[in-house]
């Protein structure tokens, strides 16, 4: 995969708005869903299903705290571009 082909994914996982709120959040602090699912008012499925989406792309990570999980962007692409655009 080339970098304009990893950059294409990881645009097309940032442009549905909940999970662009959600990186930006994650790019701040790391949370697990719970946390996320307060700020955001949304249900828990759908706050995972974003997740899940956001893992696949390899945009964030999550690191086990017992029986939660807790979540980071990892992707410098995609914090470039959310710092970017909340400028």
């Known amino acids: 995969m ?10 097309k996982a940032l442009a549905h ?4 709120q959600i990186v930006s959040g994650l790019i701040k602090d790391e949370c697990n869903v719970t946390q996320i699912q307060k700020k955001m008012g949304l249900p828990q499925s759908t ?13 964030i990570k999550g690191r086990r705290e017992r029986t939660k999980v807790c979540y ?11 710092k970017m655009m909340n400028k």
């Open 47 to 59: 706050i995972s299903q974003h997740l899940n989406v956001l893992k696949n792309c390899k945009i």
């Open 17 to 20: 708005p909940a999970r662009l």
């Open 2 to 11: 080339t970098k304009y082909e990893r950059m294409s994914e990881v645009l």
């Open 72 to 82: 980071r962007v990892i992707n410098k692409y995609a914090k470039e571009i959310v």
